[in-house]
């Protein structure tokens, strides 16, 4: 920013305000952090953080998966403090230990749908003709099923495979945890690919990739050295969402009964106990749509946050 | 125009043709679906063979896609049932195919799938256009008083309340209502709402009986939309009312009321128009989740119905005719749109 000054003799001294350059990351975590909603955000998602882990602490994952049918349907007491459901299982140590999954499945295909729908709309955009045809019609295709309808389809469709148990990362967890992160993920995509798409179709004609094909760059060095980097914004902005997005997916499937399948608790399928009988299970409900909501809505806040912080108009 | 309806409709053939291929191949990927004949201890070997030649399940896969679109009436197929390494039976192809509405038969209804479906579309559509205009009415009284009222305390805190419910998974905004609506207030001896079904269990089907069961089904149905629209309503609201053409409607002294309604609103309202012709095929789908909890029979709550007990042909035929209509409505909005806006082109 540069101030004028009016000096004596009448000579207008530009000068410059010192301030430190600033990179992009600066710039834009400073922003964030000036968002309120977005610290919000990330103060509630932090504190769902702490629940799932350090709660963990308190109560093993072997005592999360325990049933005890003579204490099954037992409402909020000293005991069971969050109640307890079908099976007589401790319903708080299993919103501790269904969130480590329902965020773990959130993240992990988050991954997936992201790195897809990168790709794809790199893919498409860069080479164009019938590539991309193809590839906006499969977009297309995917996109006339309604989310939840097609991943109840893949879902009851792939899980003849899934009635057993698989260890990731030292932890024994349903093999339906990796068919729902799957098929979330391989769905998840399409609308980040055409936003990538339509960022490439205009990076591509801008005279610095121009100028790196003219020094003789491939094209896998124009797309992931040049292009992609600018495209993170909407990427990050997308990512976050998605988190979001697909939490809600998995707790909408496992509450229908289509997605994580016990002992292997999650959110969703909590939830679903309340299903048996709406009337008088709230207990069932109440704790993991809690935690449900504030994740979603943290999330949320988080993706808006970042959206204004990288948003080139509002830059101050 | 003409022109451009066609070369949108031309556009729409190939996008129909992969989804057929996509739900074809689920279709495959899920499983025999004779498998159910196995239980069936009065099935014979011989009746099991006769069965998958009809449907032509030991077909090749292309030749299987084929016969499932267009039908294979008079197509023989040769059967060797007594497993002497001769032919010794034929069937003869009778199924008309998709492109002539032969979706087969439901497993569980034993009958037309299209029947089935015929049965349980009104109930959907009565609820999905019940929750489709109390959305539309509350988004413009809430998006267009939020608008009015820019950055007060009133639009915060509607700003703040679509937040939350918009966070909200519909199946945790359902239970809520049920719980405050129905369990509350019967604690409370106020008159509370039925959570199940569309008519009183007792017999009473009077449209009195049908109402009180769809205010929750409804206001779940609603409520999520109305967070989402009235934003979009508030902003494009927002953006009309700051243009010159306002500006120039108001300095000729005409009333506020008529500045707002008249010439803001009409023109606001323009992408609504897109809104609502994309959603219009979602109320075909049912909400899965909305119907499920309420037990409400339109076709979200027959197709986790279907998928449970692995109603192969029902599902099928559900999903395809829904991503029919996306496509369908896809065009009719953009028509629409094109019509309705003269500053969009059709070239």
């Not at chain 1, 207990?283 to 946050?305: C, E, H, K, S």
């Not at chain 2, 949108?8 to 679906?33: E, H, N, W």
């Not at chain 2, 002539?100 to 209804?109: M, P, W």
Request: glycine fraction near 8%.
């Amino acid at each position: 920013m540069a101030t004028a000054t009016q000096t004596r003799t009448g000579v207008v001294a530009l000068q410059e305000e010192r301030r430190q350059p600033q990179s992009m990351t600066r710039i834009v975590v400073r922003r964030f952090f000036k968002h309120r909603m977005a610290v919000i955000g990330v103060f509630l998602l932090a504190l769902v953080v702490l629940y799932v882990t350090v709660g963990a602490a308190f109560y093993s994952e072997a005592y999360a998966n325990k049933t005890n049918v003579r204490d099954k349907f037992e409402p909020p007491g000293a005991e069971y403090p969050f109640g307890t459901d079908s099976v007589g299982r401790d319903v708080l140590s299993r919103t501790i230990y269904g969130g480590q999954i329902s965020l773990a499945i959130g993240v992990t295909a988050m991954l997936i749908s992201i790195s897809v729908g990168t790709l794809i709309g790199l893919v498409a955009g860069y080479f164009g003709g019938v590539v991309d045809a193809l590839l906006m019609r499969l977009v297309e295709a995917i996109l006339t099923i309604p989310l939840l309808i097609l991943l109840l389809l893949l879902s009851r469709a792939l899980m003849e495979i899934s009635s057993s148990t698989t260890v990731v990362l030292g932890r024994e967890i349903s093999v339906t945890v990796v068919v729902i992160v799957v098929i979330i993920g391989l769905t998840a995509w399409t609308s980040l690919a055409r936003i990538v798409r339509s960022m490439v179709l205009s990076l591509k004609e801008q005279e610095f990739v121009v100028a790196a094909r003219a020094m003789g760059a491939g094209s896998s060095r124009i797309i992931f050295g040049h292009i992609l980097p600018n495209c993170i914004a909407p990427i990050l902005v997308a990512a976050t969402l998605e988190v979001g997005v697909a939490i809600v997916v998995e707790s909408a499937l496992s509450f229908l009964g289509f997605g994580v399948m016990p002992p292997t608790a999650t959110w969703g399928n909590i939830l679903n106990g309340a299903r048996q009988s709406i009337d008088d299970l709230w207990w069932l409900w109440v704790a993991p749509g809690a935690l449900i909501m504030m994740t979603v809505l943290a999330i949320n806040f988080i993706g808006d946050g970042l959206r204004d912080a990288f948003d080139p108009r509002s830059i101050r | 125009m003409g022109k451009y309806i066609i070369q949108r409709a031309l556009q729409a053939i190939p996008l129909v043709l992969i989804v057929t291929v996509l739900v074809f191949s689920l279709m495959k990927i899920s499983g025999d679906p004779l498998a159910y004949l196995a239980q069936d201890p009065r099935v014979t070997e011989r009746d099991r063979l006769v069965l998958r030649a009809k449907y032509g399940l030991d077909d090749p896969l292309v030749l299987q896609f084929v016969h499932w679109v267009f039908g294979d009436e008079g197509y023989v197929r040769s059967l060797d049932t007594d497993q002497n390494g001769e032919p010794d039976t034929t069937v003869v192809g009778e199924r008309r195919g998709i492109i002539r509405g032969d979706f087969g038969d439901s497993i569980r209804f034993r009958k037309p799938v299209t029947d089935v479906i015929g049965q349980f579309l009104p109930n959907t559509l009565l609820l999905g256009t019940t929750a489709l205009t109390v959305t539309i009415i509350m988004a413009l009284v809430i998006g267009i008083f939020a608008a009015l009222r820019q950055y007060t305390l009133a639009d915060n805190i509607i700003t703040t309340g679509a937040f939350i419910t918009y966070s909200m998974p519909s199946f945790l905004l359902a239970l809520v209502l049920v719980q405050i609506f129905s369990i509350q207030f019967r604690r409370w001896g106020l008159p509370s709402l039925p959570v199940s079904g569309m008519y009183d269990p007792r017999g009473d089907n009077s449209v009195d009986e049908l109402i009180r069961h769809m205010i929750l089904p409804v206001l779940t149905l609603s409520l999520i939309n109305i967070a989402g629209w009235s934003r979009y309503i508030r902003s494009t609201m927002l953006e009309v009312i700051s243009s010159d053409y306002i500006r120039t409607a108001r300095s000729k002294g005409i009333s506020e009321r008529r500045v707002i309604f008249l010439h803001g609103l009409k023109n606001a309202s323009l992408p609504l128009v897109t809104l609502i012709g994309l959603n219009l095929p979602f109320i075909l789908s049912g909400a899965v989740i909305t119907e499920t909890i309420f037990s409400w029979p339109g076709m979200g709550y027959m197709y986790i119905n279907a998928l449970e007990q692995f109603d192969a042909q029902l599902v099928v035929a559900f999903v395809l005719m829904l991503a029919v209509a996306v496509v369908v409505f896809q065009l009719l909005t953009d028509v629409v749109y094109a019509w309705l806006d003269p500053r969009i082109r059709y070239d």
